[in-house]
Antibody, heavy 113, light 107 residues
Framework: EVQLVESGGGLIQPGGSLRLSCAAS????????MSWVRQAPGKGLEWVSV???????YYADSVKGRFTISRDNSKNTLYLQMNSLRAEDTAVYYC???????WGQGTLVTVSS | AIQMTQSPSSLSASVGDRVTITCRAS??????LGWYQQKPGKAPKLLIY???SLQSGVPSRFSGSGSGTDFTLTISSLQPEDFATYYC?????????FGQGTKLEIK
């Protein structure tokens, strides 16, 4: 059974940093492309970033230069390093497998002073 | 970035109704479009990929069609568990973009 489990969310002050993790089981992160998608409270879905098996990465304009997607193949885990956080980054962050067939349960990031 | 415009933004319907949701892309995206269902407090669930391919395990009352700029998601006979919010997502190029969502409510 495939499971994706996010962690690392929490309350952070504006300008701060946070690293989200997405631990995979029953599924090999390095063999697939993996994405992060977020959803602000009461709002729609927003695509954030993707990493391909070959290492190529892409970002939404709203996070480019502040967020970095990466993975640790030995831990079968996907990461999202978020720097210079803003109030508008407040959202539930989901990791998803390449084709969107598998999703984690989400982790809430709240950026507030 | 490609803009995805969904309509309607909300819809009231009854169990057994046939429902259609549309998604229009601001430029041609071939058939690089997926449809997702999301229930409150839950992660999105993939229903349709490549515009018209049914994801494994998804009931056959869900279908998708379209190519280029205009796409539709059809639910042939609404069931109680289908009341949710639906999103389209273009994966033609980066950044990928979602439609704003269609909330399907019980009439």
């Amino acid at each position: 059974e495939v499971q994706l489990v996010e962690s690392g969310g929490g309350l952070i002050q504006p300008g701060g940093s946070l690293r989200l993790s997405c631990a995979a089981s029953g599924f090999t992160v390095s063999s697939n492309y993996m994405s992060w998608v977020r959803q602000a409270p009461g709002k729609g879905l927003e695509w954030v970033s993707v990493i391909y098996s070959g290492g190529s990465t892409y970002y939404a304009d709203s996070v480019k230069g502040r967020f970095t997607i990466s993975r640790d193949n030995s831990k079968n885990t996907l990461y999202l390093q978020m720097n210079s956080l803003r109030a508008e980054d407040t959202a539930v962050y989901y990791c998803a497998s390449g084709g969107g067939g598998y999703w984690g349960q989400g982790t809430l990031v709240t950026v507030s002073s | 970035a490609i803009q995805m415009t969904q309509s309607p933004s909300s819809l009231s319907a009854s169990v057994g109704d046939r429902v259609t949701i549309t998604c229009r892309a601001s430029q041609g995206i071939r058939n690089d479009l997926g449809w997702y269902q999301q229930k409150p407090g839950k992660a999105p669930k993939l229903l349709i990929y490549a515009a018209s391919s049914l994801q494994s395990g998804v009931p056959s009352r869900f279908s998708g069609s379209g190519s280029g700029t205009d796409f539709t998601l059809t639910i042939s006979s609404l069931q109680p568990e289908d009341f949710a919010t639906y999103y389209c997502l273009q994966d033609y190029n980066y950044p990928h973009t979602f439609g704003q969502g269609t909330k399907l409510e019980i009439k």
